[in-house]
Every structure is written in C-alpha cells, then in structure tokens.
C-alpha cells in the first residue's frame, strides 16, 4: 500500500463527536468518510474502498448492530475491520458485537482521541 494514507470510514450520528475525531484522524494522516446514519454508512462502505470502519451502535435509520451484520455478510465489505465506538457498555453489548464480527469495542466515555488513534493503528496492523 505504499505511503498511501488509510481510509476509514466514520460513522457517529453525534455532531460533537465525529467533527472531533475526524479531525484528529486526518491529522494523523487518513483519509476519513463520514456517515451519519446506519444507511449511509452501508452506502459508502460499499462504494468505497476502505481500510476501517468506525462505527456507533446507536445511530438513525439503521442501528450499528444491524450494519456490522449486513457488513459481515456481504463478500465485498466483510473483510474490512471494523471497530465499534459506542457507549453501551454492558458486557453483553462487547461479546455481541465482537461475536457478530468487530475487529474491537471501544467504549465513548472512556476513550480520549489520543487513544483512539492508538486503537486504530493496532487493529490495523492487526493488532486488534
């Protein structure tokens, strides 16, 4: 891949949040697609080529469990890590989605950006 920065794509439907982290992303070099909802993250996730997802479990139209499964079950986007960013934080939340599929489960209330940043890196160096 070369020098080529890593796309992500971003889905959080809180405004706060993804201006934030997108733009601490592209300061440490990606390329960041946003999506505000769970349809318009399926939308890009198979129109663009990408090398992580970021992805909320409580957003509009389609919630973040119903588009980890739809991204695991299709051939052209099921290889792609995906890494769930949401404040559920119950246990049972975690297995869920790590059973569906994630790569990881990184809990809002207790991630700064900094960290954020780490955890991207790790899964994708697959690291996870």
């Known amino acids: 891949m070369g020098q080529e920065a ?3 794509l971003l889905a959080e439907d809180d405004r706060f949040l993804r201006k934030a982290a997108e733009t601490t992303l592209r300061r440490h070099g990606f390329t960041v697609f946003t999506a505000v909802d769970g349809e318009e993250a399926l939308s890009l996730a198979r129109a663009e080529t990408l090398d992580l997802i970021l992805l909320d479990l409580i957003m509009p139209k389609r919630q973040g469990f119903e588009v980890l499964r739809a991204l ?12 769930i960013l949401s404040n559920l934080g119950q246990e049972s939340d975690v297995q869920a989605a790590l ?6 489960y990184l809990v809002k209330a207790d991630l700064s950006l900094e960290d954020l940043i780490k955890r991207v890196d790790e899964v994708l160096q697959g690291e996870g």
């Open 99 to 104: 059973g569906a599929g994630a790569a990881a």
């Open 72 to 83: 695991k079950a299709d051939a052209a986007t099921s290889q792609i890590p995906v890494v």
């Open 6 to 8: 890593r796309r992500i």
